[in-house]
């Protein structure tokens, strides 16, 4: 298919959502009358409302390492059941917040894992440098330095879409030092050719992730282009976008990072060069209904068909496709997602000294 064709296709595909949205919209709540929010305010707690224990860790060697124009790099974590037998880490995606594992975070921590998830730069309570280079490469580095600086060998890593990017990334270029891989929706595995990534080069732009978004809009991205089970209670995800479009400079910065992130994430030869080369169990579970990987403008696909090449150049991995799931299975249909990962960790053959407690009840507990 021609770029030409292409983006004819994709302003073709976003008309169409938009007219959808009308449809299938209904009415729908307005927070336009609520007062900004910042990035600091962003609520982190579990769905009975118990604050996370919010952390940070400092990073210098990153600045240096990239060349930064600031010294210091502080980067937000949370960190639940500190003494758990075996540690997870949840690593979001794109335009996310660790606090988009909400389903997870204290299921997991109930199952007997010591659980972790973090902002990534340019997301959430972490800085959002502009001298950061936003690669996959240089966010998998933030991600090792917390669990260098934590003292934590061979985690489970549990990354959704860009998160499954840079977890690839890490694994591939640090042998041994993850102990399993739950790529969720992953980005990283679909091929681009030199025309498409000059493509994505030019169109990726701050107006183009979001920056001039209508309220109307963004119910229609999340609803029709995001999710398959869309529900009230998730509402958060719109009013918490809304508020933070009017919070000033950090948005616009956070907005930099994502056409950034966009960029780098096109760029996936290295990734799937070296899938054949991975040696650490691996769990390959999608939402079956994805409206976003693969790039269905560009060259079409399903996301089924790209996660089942994935699952055969893994040695010994494990595919889980989830029905009338869309691109964000762990808020779409988290039980369903949370039954397919504890069940797999349940009898993989993960490293770990002992196993962790109650994974097939945890599952069943509301929110898990």
Same mark, same amino acid.
């Given at each position: 298919?021609?770029?030409?064709?292409?983006?004819?296709?994709?302003?073709?595909?976003?008309?169409?959502?938009?007219?959808?949205?009308?449809?299938?919209?209904?009415?729908?709540?307005?927070?336009?009358?609520?007062?900004?929010?910042?990035?600091?305010?962003?609520?982190?707690?579990?769905?009975?409302?118990?604050?996370?224990?919010?952390?940070?860790?400092?990073?210098?060697?990153?600045?240096?390492?990239?060349?930064?124009?600031?010294?210091?790099?502080?980067?937000?974590?949370?960190?639940?059941?500190?003494?758990?037998?075996?540690?997870?880490?949840?690593?979001?995606?794109?335009?996310?917040?660790?606090?988009?594992?909400?389903?997870?975070?204290?299921?997991?921590?109930?199952?007997?894992?010591?659980?972790?998830?973090?902002?990534?730069?340019?997301?959430?309570?972490?800085?959002?440098?502009?001298?950061?280079?936003?690669?996959?490469?240089?966010?998998?580095?933030?991600?090792?330095?917390? !669990?260098? /600086?934590? $003292?934590?060998?061979?985690? %489970? #890593?549990? =990354?959704?879409?860009?998160?499954?990017?840079?977890?690839?990334? *890490?694994?591939?270029?640090?042998?041994?030092?993850?102990?399993?891989?739950?790529?969720?929706?992953?980005?990283?595995?679909?091929?681009?050719?030199?025309?498409?990534?000059?493509?994505?080069?030019?169109?990726?732009?701050?107006?183009?992730?979001?920056?001039?978004?209508?309220?109307?809009?963004?119910?229609?991205?999340?609803?029709?282009?995001?999710?398959?089970?869309?529900?009230?209670?998730?509402?958060?995800?719109?009013?918490?976008?809304?508020?933070?479009?009017?919070?000033?400079?950090?948005?616009?910065?956070?907005?930099?990072?994502?056409?950034?992130?966009?960029?780098?994430?096109?760029?996936?030869?290295?990734?799937?060069?070296? !899938?054949? /080369?991975? $040696?650490?169990?691996?769990? %390959? #579970?999608? =939402?079956?209904?994805?409206?976003?990987?693969?790039?269905?403008? *560009?060259?079409?696909?399903?996301?089924?068909?790209?996660?089942?090449?994935?699952?055969?150049?893994?040695?010994?991995?494990?595919?889980?496709?989830?029905?009338?799931?869309?691109?964000?299975?762990?808020?779409?249909?988290?039980?369903?997602?949370?039954?397919?990962?504890?069940?797999?960790?349940?009898?993989?053959?993960?490293?770990?000294?002992?196993?962790?407690?109650?994974?097939?009840?945890?599952?069943?507990?509301?929110?898990?």
């Amino acid at each position: 298919m021609s770029i030409a064709r292409s983006r004819a296709g994709v302003g073709r595909g976003v008309a169409l959502a938009l007219a959808l949205v009308g449809l299938g919209l209904g009415c729908v709540p307005s927070y336009r009358g609520a007062p900004p929010l910042t990035f600091a305010q962003l609520p982190y707690r579990s769905l009975q409302g118990r604050a996370w224990p919010l952390s940070y860790f400092v990073s210098t060697a990153l600045p240096e390492r990239y060349g930064m124009r600031t010294p210091r790099l502080r980067v937000a974590f949370v960190e639940l059941n500190p003494k758990g037998a075996r540690t997870i880490v949840f690593v979001h995606g794109m335009s996310a917040q660790l606090r988009h594992w909400q389903y997870q975070l204290d299921a997991f921590a109930a199952a007997g894992f010591r659980v972790l998830a973090l902002d990534l730069p340019g997301y959430g309570k972490s800085d959002k440098p502009g001298s950061f280079p936003y690669t996959m490469e240089a966010l998998a580095d933030v991600l090792l330095e917390l !669990l260098d /600086r934590q $003292a934590i060998a061979q985690p %489970i #890593v549990v =990354g959704h879409s860009m998160g499954g990017h840079l977890a690839l990334s *890490l694994a591939m270029r640090h042998p041994g030092r993850l102990g399993a891989l739950v790529l969720t929706n992953s980005a990283g595995l679909e091929a681009f050719s030199r025309r498409e990534r000059a493509w994505f080069e030019k169109v990726t732009t701050i107006g183009s992730m979001g920056g001039s978004l209508s309220e109307y809009a963004l119910w229609g991205t999340f609803r029709l282009r995001l999710f398959s089970r869309w529900r009230d209670e998730l509402g958060w995800l719109i009013e918490e976008r809304v508020r933070l479009q009017r919070s000033g400079a950090e948005f616009e910065q956070s907005l930099y990072a994502m056409v950034k992130c966009v960029r780098s994430m096109s760029q996936t030869e290295f990734t799937r060069q070296h !899938l054949r /080369r991975l $040696a650490l169990p691996t769990l %390959i #579970v999608f =939402g079956a209904d994805d409206r976003l990987i693969p790039n269905a403008e *560009l060259h079409g696909g399903t996301t089924r068909g790209l996660m089942a090449g994935a699952q055969r150049e893994i040695r010994g991995s494990t595919l889980v496709g989830l029905a009338r799931c869309g691109h964000m299975p762990q808020l779409d249909c988290p039980r369903e997602y949370n039954r397919a990962v504890l069940d797999w960790l349940a009898t993989a053959r993960v490293q770990q000294a002992t196993r962790p407690r109650a994974l097939a009840a945890a599952a069943e507990r509301p929110g898990a």
